[in-house]
């Protein structure tokens, strides 16, 4: 079974410019998160898909960012225009039922994103 | 305000020895944590779980303890192995909230 992938893994954009991060969630998995890591700080919540609907996006630091997941299969994220703040790990993680009962999430390997 | 947080950023040890990595929470109405193991270049593993109803779990080779009162729960790895070697984050859990992780702890096993 595969895991959780995430595309690219790495990406280097200026400021002002617009990355768009991918996440292929686990197949039949209908929760999906995404987290962000700064650097060597802690890793932060972003916001939660059920299928393709947002059940909790407050983690979301302001309107640049953009996280989609039509057909509630793969998601995006998309940041535009992005800012030196937006460097981190973005995260994926899914799960087939909420972590309210199990903290078992699978995590994809990160999207690495370098504002210059 | 809520937050996890661990007592130190890195943390060298000897192939063999035990290892324990601490946590410390400040929100009492927490009652689910996780630790997560991060190797370089992965995303965050679970490694293991604990509820508020209890004081201490068991897996392989790790333990958990949890302390309510002072709001403290820690990671011990019996015997570390140079494959430990990795980001250790803890995170915590309250019904109608999002997974919570703290800073994370570098733990660095040489032979």
């Known amino acids: 079974e595969a895991g959780v992938t995430q595309f690219p893994s790495h990406s280097v954009i200026e400021k002002g410019q617009t990355v768009t991060l991918r996440c292929d969630p686990i197949?039949?998995?209908?929760?999906l998160y995404w987290y962000r890591r700064v650097m060597g700080k802690e890793i932060k919540f972003l916001l939660h898909?059920?299928?393709?609907?947002?059940?909790?996006e407050s983690g979301m630091p302001n309107n640049r960012f953009l996280a989609e997941r039509t057909g509630g299969t793969y998601s995006t994220l998309k940041v535009q225009p992005a800012e030196l703040e937006d460097s981190g790990v973005y995260f994926c993680a899914s799960s087939r039922i909420r972590v309210t009962n199990t903290g078992e999430l699978f995590f994809g390997e990160g999207s690495r994103l370098t504002v210059l | 305000g809520e937050s996890v947080g661990l007592h130190l950023p890195t943390l060298s040890v000897q192939e063999g020895d035990n290892s324990i990595i601490n946590c410390a929470y400040s929100?009492?109405?927490?009652?689910?944590f996780i630790w997560y193991k991060q190797e370089s270049g992965k995303g965050p593993q679970f490694i293991i779980d604990i509820r508020s109803n209890m004081d201490k779990r068991q897996g392989q080779r790790v333990t958990v303890l949890l302390n309510k009162t002072v709001k403290h729960l820690s990671l011990q790895i019996a015997a570390t192995q140079p494959g430990d070697s990795a980001v250790y984050f803890c995170?915590?859990?309250?019904?109608?909230?999002?997974?919570?992780f703290g800073k994370g702890t570098t733990l660095s096993v040489s032979s």
């Open positions: 197949s039949g998995h209908d929760n």
């Open positions: 995170a915590d859990f309250q019904a109608g909230t999002a997974l919570i």
């Open positions: 929100n009492s109405a927490s009652d689910y």
């Open positions: 898909f059920v299928k393709e609907s947002k059940q909790d």
